[in-house]
């Protein structure tokens, strides 16, 4: 396309040149025959005997004729019949007399029958003004078959290096579809298609590599986190088997087997509810959600909990906000995480909740003053049945900040977790037009629509 363009371009050069000195010539005519037609009748054949003269290439015509048509001076042998005298420049045949001999030529030339009754006609060869069109079309040729040559490489070069990229990523893909995860298409600086398309091929690599790690291993954890109930619902029952004697040590055996029992199926529970959310099938009911009741609400169901901890609990709203999402996963996300805190804050210390709204979005936080999550731990707490080993005498299940993940994750918001002394987590959520969808791990779910109140 871009060779025929110039090809186009070359041409029009050349067919504009080549009017460009056929009208000048048209224009140099008229000028030349209507001077000439000012001049006294005296005069003329000297002025017309001195512009021949002047004409060293031999391409000017001048001829003037009496009445009847005779020659009475100039180059021109005899007047044509076909010049259309007070007309238009018109290309005719005029024959030039010479000294040996008579031409006839094709040239442009205008006439005017002059007020004593004689006849004046003018012309030029324009022969002189085809032949520089020519070199200027030779010229443009020349010019053009590099250009041409030139476009027909670059597209080469181009479709060349698409290809070989397109082997480099396929050679990849290969591996990638073997079976190894870790690899990942190769991405440059450059802002083009592949480069994009290679950052988002990465970026949902990375989200399956994840997922499937997590899959590999939450197996054992399953595994081991319902052995564990189920074992003493196993022995309580062998043990009730043997040694009750009365129906209250029955009812005592089936008491702690119904414990049990509850307790394997909270686990199974809580697992289909990750399932849920983390299969984005909330998002369909989503609504305008007002984050300032959900922590104050989550602020009156742990406050009795606190008070018999010992655990001052309370909530800093700067300003309230709505939001876009489920209310009822907001509330159990930021419930666990209160849960958490008041778990594990001492005696004597305080948990708080806080909401903070700028030109960025929401932020919902909570702290406590217990002893934090460490450095090494702030990916790792979101395991699913993950417990470090000074949570291991305290009750539960290592699922509630999984949940807690998940939830955010749905929502589209960002989930921090600060190391150090003091646990401090914070769930952000960019403001943004509601009704937006961006997203999340390999599914699309809306962005949280902020509306400050």
Same mark, same amino acid.
């Given at each position: ?10 041409t029009?050069?050349?067919? @504009? +040149? ?13 000028? *030349?025959l ?8 005296g ?10 003269? *002047? ?17 009475? $001076?100039g180059?021109?042998a ?27 030529? =094709?040239?442009?030339? &205008?006439?005017?029958?002059?007020? !004593?009754? *004689? ?6 060869n324009?022969?002189?003004a085809?032949?520089?069109?020519? =070199? ?33 990523v ?6 990638i579809?073997?079976?190894?995860l870790?690899e ?14 290679a950052?988002i ?12 790690? $997590? ?6 954890? +399953? ?9 003493r ?8 088997r043997?040694?009750?004697? /009365?129906?209250?040590?029955? *009812?005592d055996?089936?008491? #702690? ?9 909270t686990? +199974? /529970? ?5 399932a849920e ?8 009911g ?18 009795? +909990? ?7 609990i ?5 300003? /309230?906000?709505?939001l876009?999402g489920d ?5 159990? $996300? ?8 008041? #778990? ?8 708080t ?6 030109d960025?979005? =929401?932020?919902?936080r909570?702290?406590?003053?217990? &002893?934090?999550?460490g450095?090494? @731990? ?16 305290t009750?539960?299940m ?9 939830i =955010? #994750?749905?929502?589209?918001?960002r989930?921090?977790?600060h ?6 987590? @914070? ?14 791990? !390999?599914?699309?779910?809306?962005? $949280?629509?902020?509306?400050?109140m």
């Amino acid at each position: 396309m871009l060779a025929l363009f110039v090809a186009g371009m070359f041409t029009f050069i050349y067919l @504009e +040149i080549d009017d460009y000195l056929i009208r000048r010539s048209d224009q140099m005519i008229a000028t *030349q025959l209507n001077f000439m037609a000012e001049l006294p009748p005296g005069r003329l054949n000297d002025a017309i005997s001195d512009h021949l003269q *002047q004409d060293s290439r031999s391409v000017q015509y001048a001829g003037l004729f009496d009445a009847a048509g005779v020659r009475m $001076a100039g180059n021109i042998a005899r007047l044509p019949p076909q010049l259309d005298l007070d007309g238009p420049v018109q290309s005719v045949r005029l024959p030039r007399v010479v000294p040996s001999a008579v031409h006839d030529a =094709v040239v442009k030339a &205008a006439g005017r029958r002059l007020g !004593s009754g *004689q006849i004046l006609v003018m012309g030029r060869n324009v022969d002189e003004a085809r032949e520089i069109s020519h =070199v200027v079309g030779r010229a443009l040729l020349l010019g053009l078959l590099p250009a041409f040559c030139l476009c027909l490489l670059a597209g080469a070069w181009l479709s060349i290096r698409a290809q070989r990229r397109v082997e480099q990523v396929n050679r990849h893909v290969q591996r990638i579809v073997a079976g190894d995860l870790r690899e990942r298409l190769p991405q440059t600086q450059a802002d083009d298609p592949f480069a994009r398309l290679a950052g988002i091929v990465n970026g949902m690599l990375d989200e399956i590599e994840t997922t499937v790690n $997590a899959l590999a291993g939450v197996g054992n954890d +399953i595994a081991h986190d319902l052995r564990t109930p189920l074992t003493r619902v196993r022995l309580a029952l062998e043990r009730g088997r043997t040694h009750a004697t /009365t129906l209250e040590d029955l *009812q005592d055996v089936a008491d #702690k087997a119904i414990g049990g029992i509850d307790q394997a199926l909270t686990i +199974i /529970t809580a697992l289909l509810r990750l399932a849920e959310i983390e299969g984005s099938r909330r998002t369909a009911g989503f609504g305008a959600v007002a984050l300032d009741e959900i922590l104050r609400r989550v602020c009156d169901v742990y406050e009795p +909990i606190a008070e018999d901890k010992g655990i001052k609990i309370r909530v800093v709203i700067d300003r /309230t906000a709505e939001l876009l999402g489920d209310r009822d996963l907001l509330f159990e $996300a930021i419930a666990n995480l209160v849960d958490n805190a008041v #778990k594990f804050t001492p005696r004597g210390g305080r948990v708080t909740l806080e909401l903070t709204t700028d030109d960025g979005g =929401v932020q919902a936080r909570v702290t406590d003053t217990g &002893a934090g999550i460490g450095e090494g @731990e702030r990916e790792v707490v979101l395991r699913r049945f993950y417990r470090s080993d000074k949570m291991r005498h305290t009750p539960g299940m290592g699922l509630g900040l999984s949940l807690v993940a998940a939830i =955010v #994750k749905l929502h589209g918001f960002r989930l921090t977790i600060h190391p150090g002394p003091g646990g401090r987590v @914070e769930i952000f959520a960019a403001r943004r037009a509601r009704g937006d969808v961006a997203a999340s791990g !390999s599914a699309r779910v809306p962005e $949280a629509g902020l509306a400050p109140m």
